[in-house]
């Protein structure tokens, strides 16, 4: 029940408002998240507390996070989105 509770809460964080992101995040948290490693759900925690601007950045790849923790989600976030048409 708690994980319904915390999956829920972050579904919401998820949700950006910039369609952008929420193409990306709201499939990836919905279709991708439970199968993560505690490790790879920690940094999607991490990545959500992220401002928008830099989101943006790193989604377009027109950037890389400097955190390789970082990286490691933005990656897993795009490869999802990728396989799924997006």
């Known amino acids: 029940?708690?994980?319904?509770?915390?999956q829920k809460r972050l579904?919401?964080?998820s949700r950006r408002g910039m369609?952008?992101?929420?193409?990306l995040l709201?499939?990836?948290?919905?279709?991708?998240y439970e199968q993560l490693a505690?490790?790879?759900?920690k940094l999607y925690k991490v990545?959500?507390?992220?401002?928008?601007?830099?989101?943006?950045?790193?989604?377009l790849e027109r950037v890389e996070p400097e955190?390789?923790?970082?990286?490691?989600?933005v990656t897993l976030v795009l490869e999802h989105?990728?396989?799924r048409g997006a």
């Open 38 to 41: 505690d490790d790879d759900k």
């Open 11 to 13: 579904r919401w964080h």
């Open 67 to 73: 955190d390789s923790g970082l990286q490691r989600i």
């Open 81 to 83: 989105a990728r396989s």
């Open 47 to 59: 990545l959500l507390d992220q401002e928008d601007t830099d989101l943006f950045a790193w989604f």
């Open 19 to 23: 369609l952008e992101l929420d193409v």
């Open 26 to 32: 709201i499939p990836f948290i919905d279709e991708a």
């Open 1 to 6: 029940m708690t994980d319904n509770i915390e």
